[in-house]
């Protein structure tokens, strides 16, 4: 019996170890699902976000440029006007005892002058009195000219067509020259007002494009065009920044005095700096490794860590921008591990369910 038993256990082993070695010869698939991401430069972290308002494209403070008490206000605010509408006037009598006295000497002075220029063309005075008379004329008719404006400026007219927005002062007050009495807006479409700080005005050549949402048109963005920026930081040490609203959009919905949205994108620059997630940053052996996502594969890289950002992300050095990356399982992976990106949830099949 027991050589027998022996002689069994002989003749099963190598059976049993040729059908373990066939087991194995099956192939599995070992991959591990990874969230794969891009690794953007450190420059470009998204935008840049700024809160705006509304504006009409075309807006004036409108002012006389005289002074004196206002007689009479033709407009209230919300009001249509056309340009060159006199939309309020000044007590000019002032400015018209002032215009008669000057024509009166304008005249005076025109006949004697008409009388030398005529004597001196005949050889009948001497140049001295011609040029007396000549500059004379030439001074009298630049002064009657200037009152007759001041008189002409005592009616105050819209320089734009639009329509008026505040009126700031009203009849029997009297106001400076320069002081505006209304705000007439008008115009075309509409512009977007923000403000930016010394910061990103320092960097404003590097805003490559911009773009206003809306409350009333959710889901719905607006691209901007930049009209103009102030060189000059106001009180708050801000600087005004105008933007156009481009394209087609709802009129009805999206008026002057609304509150906005706006966002900003950064130029896209290499420095060689990128920006990944923290979590796809091993220390592994001494080294500090990201593992490339390499057709299936994961590519173990050295990198180096120049900072650790609040907001989950690092900035590092030894890959490039676009460098797809593994972001999160690093620790159960080697170099050469299979992976498969885990593919993002759809909108419509939320759970993953369908």
Do not use: W
Not at 103 to 120: G, H, M, N, P
Not at 283 to 308: E, F, P, S
């Amino acid at each position: 019996m027991k050589k027998s038993k022996r002689l069994f256990y002989v003749l099963m082993f190598p059976a049993i170890a040729l059908y373990s070695c066939g087991g194995n010869s099956e192939t599995t698939d070992e991959s591990v699902y990874v969230n794969v991401v891009e690794a953007v430069n450190a420059d470009q972290l998204g935008t840049q976000t700024f809160t705006g308002k509304t504006k009409t494209a075309e807006e004036a403070n409108v002012s006389f440029r005289v002074s004196g008490p206002i007689s009479r206000v033709y407009v209230k605010e919300g009001d249509m006007v056309t340009r060159g509408q006199v939309i309020a006037e000044m007590d000019n009598r002032d400015y018209q005892i002032q215009f008669n006295a000057t024509k009166a000497e304008y005249e005076d002075i025109k006949a004697t002058a008409e009388r030398v220029i005529a004597l001196y063309k005949e050889g009948n005075t001497s140049a001295q009195a011609y040029d007396k008379a000549r500059y004379g004329l030439e001074q009298i008719t630049q002064k009657f000219a200037h009152h007759k404006d001041q008189l002409e400026d005592t009616k105050l007219k819209s320089p734009i067509t639009g329509y008026i927005k505040e009126k700031i002062h009203e009849a029997g007050e009297t106001v400076a020259a320069g002081m505006p009495v209304f705000t007439v807006a008008g115009g075309s479409g509409l512009e977007v007002e923000i403000n930016m700080s010394a910061n990103d005005y320092g960097r404003r050549d590097k805003f490559t494009s911009f773009s206003c949402e809306f409350d009333v048109m959710e889901g719905e963005t607006f691209p901007l065009e930049v009209v103009r920026i102030s060189n000059e930081a106001n009180t708050s040490q801000l600087y005004t920044v105008r933007l156009r609203m481009k394209g087609n959009y709802d009129k009805k919905k999206i008026t002057a005095g609304m509150s906005t949205i706006v966002k900003a994108t950064l130029e896209d620059e290499d420095h060689g700096v990128v920006n990944v997630p923290t979590s796809a940053v091993l220390n592994k052996d001494g080294k500090t490794i990201i593992y490339m996502y390499d057709d299936g594969v994961a590519r173990a890289k050295d990198v180096t860590v120049l900072q650790l950002n609040r907001d989950g992300s690092s900035n590092v050095k030894g890959i490039k921008k676009g460098s797809k990356v593994v972001a999160t399982g690093v620790r159960n992976i080697v170099d050469g591990q299979k992976v498969k990106p885990i593919k993002p949830a759809s909108k419509s099949n939320v759970g993953g369910l369908l």
